[in-house]
């Protein structure tokens, strides 16, 4: 059962109930034992954080900021700050020094921590140019500190100050003063275009977030969760925070290019992602089995079909399941899905979140179809995420974004936007009054920027507004639903559509290296690097042909037309992708602009 209370007690409150079962399980930097800790540890070590703080002179309401990717120490500072009613405000691990700069700036941080070397070294260079910067922290005890550094110092050394509890009796007045209207975190959007806005987040947002998914999202305290996006993006600090709530052990996991490796071992029965998560494994799933005998082959066709009857088909749409299929679906999934699932680390699977994008329907079904219960939802960080999802036990249609939570009202304005009201909406961006009048209209609705509709009381995304692409022949094309359905293919990594005042859509596409490589050794194909690789024309022939094959049930209109292999990434360095691997199409545009006009140009000849 959920504990409801303010976030200043939520660990305490815990540690009460569950005293030595175990809480968090991590791994510490560099290392490659898991370790648990439990929530009477947690509840120690959150109170050390608080007098810590105290020590240090933290007010009530102040920002402290946490610079680092996801780690015990991240939990403890963020919970010891809500001890003492200060705000915590966290950035990407992958921000770059003018990010760090612009935030620590425009929230007056005094207290920064950080993660490892890169963020500490970020830190250091910046910190001359941030003048309410007076401490970082860094939890990494391996980083080497500048020997022009008076201001930095190690975690461990920082929790000394809180050892013994000195300001206790302060620390538990600051509970009692807590109030809902608090401000708990500053969330400033990574943005694909112009400057990060720090999206306001209080305690009465959080409050009303959690009791609305406690209904529709029934964790217990037998999940293990794992994270899997960083706790700087509102749909994991949601999700994480969900699961503290109810008792759930949370598995941290640093560093997200081993969550598979760390699924294996920790045997997560839940996890939230995005969609890019499952198109991975979808890709991988299916490779295996089209390079299998062909009598295994279609042995696991038919377990998937199986499992597509009875999952979707009949569960679904909330319809009894006929005996027959039931005990077909049994045979199968004993002895086929589960081994699937079993690959993945997922032996005992319960819920799967999935937002942050658009979700493919070939994807959706197949994390159905082996027994995973996906649920698809929409939010944003000015709705500290949850607006709508798949709702466990009622029916769901694949393609929509579930049924809105519990307190949020939606309104579809002009241009079929999506407009929301409720007690997890924002009241708006920290120091920018200018936007915040944009942002809502008379009646209190927030403008999201994303248009939809209402169907069955299923919420359905059309496209994101302001990426919505408009052909020079007066056609609109939703990329991000062209770029979903090419994603699913093996051969491709990354993709921009390109149609906006263009004649036709055209498309840059990153290939999924290792897969073709191997697939041009396989056909005797020469080539001395990616660049020979992209510019070849029987690899171009093989992805065309899978491009159309992709892309058969779009209007023609809506179709790539031509398009250019990439022999690199896009990548945040280059400003191509935000922090939450978003593309930025006005940056792609300019960095590509001669690749792209090239590909008009040919037509023109």
């Given at each position: 059962?959920?504990?409801?209370?303010?976030?200043?007690?939520?660990?305490?409150?815990?540690?009460?109930?569950?005293?030595?079962?175990?809480?968090?399980?991590?791994?510490?930097?560099?290392?490659?034992?898991?370790?648990?800790?439990?929530?009477?540890?947690?509840?120690?070590?959150?109170?050390?954080?608080?007098?810590?703080?105290?020590?240090?002179?933290?007010?009530?309401?102040?920002?402290?900021?946490?610079?680092?990717?996801?780690?015990?120490?991240?939990?403890?500072?963020d919970?010891?700050?809500?001890?003492?009613?200060?705000?915590?405000?966290?950035?990407?691990?992958?921000?770059?020094?003018?990010?760090?700069?612009?935030?620590?700036?425009?929230?007056?941080?005094?207290?920064?921590?950080?993660?490892e070397?890169?963020?500490?070294?970020?830190?250091?260079?910046?910190?001359?140019l941030?003048?309410?910067?007076?401490?970082?922290?860094?939890?990494?005890?391996?980083?080497?500190?500048?020997?022009?550094?008076?201001?930095?110092?190690?975690?461990?050394?920082?929790?000394?100050?809180g050892?013994?509890?000195?300001?206790?009796?302060?620390?538990?007045?600051?509970?009692?003063?807590?109030?809902?209207?608090?401000?708990?975190?500053?969330?400033?959007?990574?943005?694909?275009?112009?400057?990060?806005?720090?999206?306001?987040?209080?305690?009465?947002?959080?409050?009303a977030?959690?009791?609305?998914?406690?209904?529709?999202?029934?964790?217990?305290?037998?999940?293990?969760?794992i994270?899997?996006?960083?706790?700087?993006?509102?749909f994991?600090?949601?999700?994480?925070?969900?699961?503290?709530?109810?008792?759930?052990?949370?598995?941290?996991?640093t560093?997200?290019?081993?969550?598979?490796?760390?699924?294996?071992?920790?045997?997560?029965?839940?996890?939230?992602?995005?969609?890019?998560?499952?198109?991975?494994?979808?890709?991988?799933?299916?490779?295996?089995?089209?390079?299998?005998?062909?009598?295994?082959?279609?042995?696991?066709y038919?377990?998937?079909?199986?499992?597509?009857?009875?999952?979707?088909?009949?569960?679904?749409?909330?319809?009894?399941?006929?005996?027959?299929?039931?005990?077909?679906?049994?045979?199968?999934?004993?002895?086929?899905?589960?081994?699937?699932?079993?690959?993945?680390?997922?032996?005992?699977?319960?819920?799967?979140?999935?937002?942050?994008?658009?979700?493919?329907?070939?994807?959706?079904?197949?994390v159905?179809?082996?027994?995973i219960?996906?649920?698809?939802?929409?939010?944003?960080t000015?709705?500290?995420?949850?607006?709508?999802?798949?709702?466990?036990?009622?029916?769901?249609?694949?393609?929509?974004?579930?049924?809105?939570?519990?307190?949020?009202?939606?309104k579809?304005?002009?241009?079929?936007?999506?407009?929301?009201?409720?007690?997890?909406?924002?009241?708006?961006?920290?120091?920018?009054?200018?936007?915040?009048?944009?942002?809502?209209?008379?009646?209190?609705?927030?403008?999201?920027?994303?248009?939809?509709?209402?169907?069955?009381?299923?919420?359905?995304?059309?496209?994101?507004?302001?990426?919505?692409?408009?052909?020079?022949?007066?056609?609109?094309?939703?990329?991000?639903k062209?770029?979903?359905?090419m994603?699913?293919?093996?051969?491709?990594?990354q993709?921009?559509?390109?149609?906006?005042?263009?004649?036709?859509?055209?498309?840059?596409?990153v290939?999924?290296?290792?897969?073709?490589?191997?697939?041009?050794?396989?056909?005797?194909?020469?080539?001395?690097?990616?660049?020979?690789?992209?510019?070849?024309?029987?690899?171009n022939?093989?992805?065309?042909?899978?491009?159309?094959?992709?892309?058969?049930?779009?209007?023609?209109?809506?179709?790539?037309?031509?398009?250019?292999?990439?022999?690199?990434?896009f990548?945040?360095?280059?400003?191509?992708?935000?922090?939450?691997?978003?593309?930025?199409?006005?940056?792609?545009?300019?960095?590509?602009?001669?690749?792209?006009?090239?590909?008009?140009?040919?037509?023109?000849?």
């Amino acid at each position: 059962m959920q504990t409801r209370c303010h976030l200043s007690v939520l660990i305490h409150e815990q540690a009460k109930k569950y005293g030595n079962k175990p809480a968090l399980t991590f791994r510490l930097f560099g290392s490659t034992k898991w370790r648990t800790v439990s929530w009477k540890q947690f509840s120690m070590r959150v109170k050390q954080v608080s007098n810590a703080l105290l020590n240090l002179g933290v007010k009530p309401q102040e920002n402290i900021a946490v610079f680092s990717q996801n780690c015990v120490q991240y939990l403890y500072t963020d919970f010891g700050a809500y001890g003492v009613r200060a705000c915590s405000i966290p950035f990407y691990a992958t921000s770059s020094e003018q990010q760090i700069q612009y935030m620590v700036n425009d929230a007056q941080v005094r207290f920064l921590f950080v993660g490892e070397q890169e963020q500490y070294d970020k830190a250091h260079r910046i910190f001359a140019l941030c003048h309410s910067l007076e401490r970082i922290i860094i939890f990494d005890r391996s980083v080497r500190i500048s020997t022009h550094d008076p201001n930095a110092l190690y975690f461990e050394d920082f929790l000394k100050l809180g050892e013994g509890f000195p300001r206790q009796s302060e620390v538990e007045q600051l509970w009692k003063d807590a109030r809902e209207d608090d401000l708990c975190n500053i969330l400033y959007t990574s943005g694909t275009t112009g400057d990060s806005k720090g999206v306001m987040l209080s305690y009465s947002q959080y409050h009303a977030a959690l009791k609305a998914n406690d209904v529709c999202v029934p964790l217990t305290e037998n999940d293990r969760v794992i994270d899997f996006l960083p706790f700087t993006h509102i749909f994991e600090r949601g999700w994480a925070y969900l699961a503290l709530t109810e008792g759930a052990q949370l598995i941290i996991n640093t560093y997200p290019k081993e969550i598979q490796e760390s699924m294996r071992e920790t045997h997560p029965t839940s996890m939230s992602a995005v969609p890019r998560f499952w198109e991975k494994v979808f890709v991988a799933v299916k490779a295996k089995m089209d390079a299998a005998a062909p009598m295994q082959r279609k042995i696991m066709y038919h377990a998937l079909a199986v499992g597509k009857k009875r999952n979707i088909d009949y569960k679904s749409h909330g319809k009894r399941v006929p005996l027959t299929l039931e005990m077909e679906y049994q045979l199968v999934n004993k002895t086929l899905l589960s081994l699937v699932r079993k690959q993945l680390g997922l032996e005992h699977p319960n819920l799967f979140p999935t937002a942050g994008a658009y979700v493919s329907p070939e994807v959706e079904e197949f994390v159905h179809s082996i027994g995973i219960g996906m649920i698809v939802g929409y939010g944003l960080t000015e709705s500290l995420a949850t607006v709508s999802c798949d709702h466990k036990g009622e029916p769901y249609t694949i393609g929509s974004v579930g049924r809105p939570i519990q307190g949020i009202e939606i309104k579809i304005g002009e241009n079929d936007e999506i407009l929301l009201k409720g007690p997890t909406i924002t009241k708006g961006y920290y120091h920018r009054d200018e936007i915040n009048a944009q942002a809502f209209d008379a009646d209190g609705f927030f403008h999201t920027g994303d248009a939809g509709y209402m169907k069955d009381g299923e919420l359905y995304l059309k496209e994101r507004i302001k990426d919505l692409f408009k052909t020079s022949n007066g056609k609109y094309i939703a990329p991000q639903k062209v770029e979903a359905m090419m994603l699913v293919d093996k051969f491709i990594d990354q993709i921009a559509v390109i149609a906006d005042q263009r004649k036709f859509v055209s498309a840059l596409i990153v290939p999924e290296f290792r897969v073709v490589e191997q697939w041009a050794k396989d056909h005797d194909i020469k080539f001395e690097n990616r660049v020979d690789l992209c510019q070849n024309e029987e690899v171009n022939k093989m992805i065309f042909e899978r491009v159309q094959t992709l892309q058969q049930t779009l209007a023609p209109y809506e179709q790539i037309k031509h398009f250019t292999l990439l022999p690199h990434h896009f990548s945040m360095e280059s400003g191509e992708l935000t922090n939450t691997l978003k593309l930025r199409r006005g940056i792609i545009n300019k960095n590509y602009k001669a690749v792209i006009d090239a590909m008009y140009e040919k037509v023109k000849k």
